[in-house]
């Protein structure tokens, strides 16, 4: 299956370092070859990059290790193909509009007999189970509340039904963000780790690679990475539950 990695931050912060031993995972310390992509918000705006080679040989990729993107929330996903083919529209994370803002979605796992109705107003584009999931997400979002969005206590309520509702049918690992917060729904594996004051010295697990955090950041930085399986080998790691979702708000997670 795939593999997902965000960030969410309370200032705006580069995820130079994850992305790096992520995406070797693409292809060199793992089989997930099938394409990537990643997202950052910026104001309003989303930066959106995939392609349908694997992390580990794209140029795309080795852009993104070198261009220090800040972003307070990012998603990324490398990908191994359960359902559609090889190709740029199948590729996570997808991004589309509600309420007057982007959402980014990533998804791990297959979800063989999901099969819903979609009205009209989220179509997919390419043909994994993963972008359906998205729109049906959406869908259901604006039908229980219309085009006013709800309060965050509301959608997170929502979304842990909507999540479970989904996760019936198959393996629901996923990230969605709208910029504000992010929300991670795990069945099967998700962890993640908070990086604050006092910052210590990172060491990656699929690269020869460190970084003291100390030496970038400011004592007021927060900053929680969420991955699939944990990325640095000397840091600690919580990991999810099964059938827990989180959401992330300014580098913490909120007990909603």
Known sequence: MCQLLGMNCNVPTDIVFSFTGFATRGGRTDVHNDGWGIAFFEGAGVRHFVDYEAAIASPVAELIKRWPIKSKNVIAHIRKATQGRIALENCHPFVRELWGRYWVFAHNGDLKDFVPTLNGAFRRVGTTDSELAFCYLLQELRRRFGDTPPALPELCRAMRELSSE???????????????????????????????????????????LSVDFSKVTTPNDRVAVIVTAPLTTNERWTQFAPGELKVFVDGAPLDL
Do not use: K, W
């Open 166 to 208: 989904i996760a019936a049918n198959g393996t629901f690992n996923m990230m969605l963000s709208d910029g504000n917060a992010l929300f991670a729904h795990c069945s099967t594996q998700l962890h993640y780790v908070v990086r604050q004051h006092p910052f210590s010295t990172a060491n990656l697990s699929d690269e020869d």
